[in-house]
């Protein structure tokens, strides 16, 4: 037996926690304020953020201090595609931000990917620092202020969601549901890779890299493409926080961007892929909940984010909710059964 | 048959240094279609060195590595498992989180998945996976495929570990110590296995276990300090007073009396070689005589061993005396 995707469930429960967990995502708006709408939909983008991330960190083992660059270019290719007053549809804002930032992630993965470990981690960050000062400094996006795009955000097919046309409490919606049709399917894209003779590859990778190279995989190219991809994922949460916030600015591009992603990653759990996710909904609403009990909140995030890590080494998602189950496969078995082995030909499914 | 056709993996004047250090000095050697071609040496002769040169893991400093008549010395690892080269490890090393099939099945794929497949799921590929069992099989591990592969015992990942060199049905198979670890019966097994791959692939061994290598072996390749000092077939090595005196030592018979051999300086020696802590230890004594040294073959090196013997490089004594080896 080849054995299961490492970062998908291994289980009928966990395929129905994500498929509940989805499902109250999608009536959400109607048994929540307008403010926790709009929360959820920072939540969302983050986790899509962070789900791109663990492309690199969980899947292949490539830990990158820089991915924040690709997800604040995005957000500024919004910015710098829509001028002032007229805004552009969203199917092509959609792909030329994925486009841009996953084409920056190739030239820089290409660069930084020669590298190894913590040099990689230093190099991704340096890249990602030479972005943000790329629009901290020069007058392209604003410079240090930032810039406000123009409205309506979100636009398809010649019908505008104009939020001012809506109720009052239903003005977060649109930008809520393009948020999370983009989150269910990127979690399906990269359930997709995961599972896929590629994702296979980025799993070696990840367990013994030399070894893989041994064997006559080009590691280097598998990297730059999970690099790539996961760079142009990125962008598509930068596109969405551009349609969400109206605005852009260098703060999008920073290096904490790229740690606060890590950070979600690692709260939610390394080794799965609904990991980020739930890390991110953790991070945002412990967040929230600090700054009503107290002025210092971020002094109770680091506390609770201490103490999840030490007590919860695989995150949210790898605390394990009933035993393993005992390996059912027949060939687990160590007895010879040569007659079973040569008479039970399966017969073809198609 | 032209040379290039019957030599599937040649070297020529391979040199690899680390500094200071020649690991591998102007190694030639080559490897025929359906030979099993043994290279022997004391440790630290530098075997996995030249394993390590040929499979593409580190560049060589000179020298060059045909692969079929085709020169892949500037190739990377990888591009030189694609034209049928592939090894194993002398230190296991295996994808240990994953399960046994699995290994082998990305070993096949490395070579044999068309690119566009490369999305696909590989449950469905069952081409690779038929492959890879027999693989497993070959090796003897028909069962218990789906075991995580670190979980097995010691024996079973040195077999798992040459499944996956067989895996990719390479032309030349690079087998860094597989007996390492392993138990006699199992041993006995692989040993029947390298027989019979011996006969289509061509297959570089390098082994410490001297009865093995002298039972298997079509062809022997002596290293010492990193140079050859003998090559040929075994019964020819085997009575090399050279390679007695540098390697040998002490197999046969417990103690063994060296015949004067001039074109090493050595004019007599004695060694022995014992069981130490970590690996065969060497004890005894040589005599050089300097005035020979000018026959030498590596002319102004005088000794045994790099580690053990009495001098190093260019340390020619200016008059004959007696040294002591030691381990």
């Not at chain 1, 059912?328 to 010879?336: K, R």
């Not at chain 2, 020649?22 to 102007?26: K, P």
């Not at chain 2, 892949?72 to 190739?75: A, W």
């Given at each position: 037996m080849i054995g299961p995707a490492r970062m998908l469930p291994h289980s009928w429960l966990g395929w129905s926690l994500i498929w509940l967990g989805f499902c109250v995502l999608a009536v959400l708006p109607y048994l929540v304020t307008p403010f926790y709408v709009g929360l959820v939909t920072t939540a969302m983008i983050a986790a899509m953020l962070a789900m791109s991330l663990q492309l690199l960190v969980g899947a292949t083992g490539l830990v990158s201090l820089g991915h924040g660059a690709f997800y604040g270019l995005a957000a500024y290719v919004v910015y710098l595609v829509s001028p002032e007053g007229a805004a552009k549809p969203i199917w092509m804002t959609l792909p030329l931000a994925m486009a841009a930032a996953g084409l920056a992630a190739f030239i820089i993965g290409a660069i930084s990917l020669r590298t190894k470990g913590f040099f990689f981690l230093m190099v991704t960050l340096a890249f990602g620092q030479l972005v943000y000062f790329v629009f901290h400094d020069t007058k392209l996006g604003g410079g240090t202020d930032g810039a406000y795009l123009a409205k309506p955000l979100i636009s398809a097919f010649g019908y505008a969601f104009e939020p001012t046309s809506l109720p009052r409490s239903m003005r977060a919606w649109p930008a809520y549901y393009v948020a999370l049709v983009q989150l269910v399917a990127m979690f399906a894209l990269l359930a997709f890779f995961l599972r896929s003779m590629f994702g296979r590859v980025l799993e070696g990778i990840r367990v013994n890299e030399s070894r893989m190279l041994a064997l006559g995989f080009n590691t280097y190219a598998y990297k730059l493409a999970a690099f790539t991809i996961a760079g142009g994922l990125a962008g598509a949460a930068g596109h969405m926080w551009a349609m969400q916030s109206g605005f852009v600015n260098p703060e999008l591009v920073g290096w904490h961007r790229s740690a606060e992603a890590l950070l979600h990653i690692l709260i939610g759990g390394i080794g799965t892929l609904a990991g980020p996710i739930v890390g991110a909904f953790a991070f945002i609403f412990l967040n929230e909940v600090a700054q009503q009990i107290t002025e210092r909140k971020l002094l109770v995030e680091g506390a609770v984010i201490l103490a999840a890590v030490l007590m919860m080494r695989n995150g949210?998602?790898?605390?394990?909710?009933?035993?393993n189950l005992p390996d059912?496969?027949?060939?687990?078995?160590?007895?010879?059964r040569e007659g079973v082995m040569q008479h039970s030909r399966e017969p073809a499914n198609d | 048959m032209t040379d290039a056709e019957a030599h599937l993996l040649r070297t020529i004047a391979l040199s690899k240094s680390f500094g200071g250090l020649?690991?591998?000095?102007?190694v030639s050697l080559s490897l025929a279609r359906g030979e099993l071609h043994a290279v022997i040496g004391p440790n630290g002769a530098g075997k996995s060195t030249l394993v390590n040169l040929l499979s593409g893991a580190l560049p060589p400093t000179s020298g060059r590595i045909l692969l079929d008549g085709q020169d892949?010395?500037?190739?990377p690892q990888h591009a030189r498992a694609h034209r049928g080269l592939a090894r194993s490890f002398q230190r296991t090393n295996i994808l240990a989180s994953l399960t046994v099939l699995e290994n082998v099945r990305l070993a096949v794929q490395a070579v044999a998945l068309a690119p566009r497949r490369l999305l696909a799921r590989p449950e469905g590929e069952t081409t690779l996976i038929e492959r890879a069992k027999a693989a497993l099989a070959r090796a003897?591990?028909?069962?218990?495929?789906?075991?995580?592969?670190?979980?097995?015992a010691h024996g079973q990942q040195r077999q798992l570990e040459i499944a996956m060199a067989l895996a990719a049905a390479p032309k030349v198979l690079l087998l860094d110590e597989p007996l390492a670890g392993m138990g006699p019966e199992e041993g006995e097994r692989i040993a029947q296995l390298l027989k019979s791959l011996a006969t289509e692939h061509a297959v570089l061994l390098i082994e410490h276990d001297m009865d093995f290598v002298f039972s298997v072996a079509d062809r022997l390749t002596v290293l010492v300090e990193g140079a050859v000092l003998a090559s040929g077939p075994p019964e020819n090595v085997r009575t090399n007073s050279a390679v007695q005196a540098a390697y040998l030592g002490g197999h046969a018979a417990h103690l063994l009396r060296v015949e004067p051999y001039p074109a090493w300086g050595i004019a007599e020696a004695s060694t022995r070689r014992e069981r130490g802590a970590d690996g065969p230890e060497w004890h005894g004594e040589v005599d050089v005589d300097p005035h020979d040294h000018g026959a030498c073959p590596g002319a102004g090196r005088v000794g045994l061993d790099r580690r053990r013997g009495c001098h190093r490089s260019g340390h020619v004594p200016d008059r004959a005396s007696r040294h002591r080896l030691r381990s």
């Open positions: 949210i998602t790898g605390i394990r909710w009933l035993p059912t496969d027949p060939d687990a078995s160590h007895e010879p | 020649t690991a591998v000095r102007d892949v010395t500037g190739l003897g591990l028909p069962y218990g495929h789906s075991r995580i592969a670190g979980t097995l």
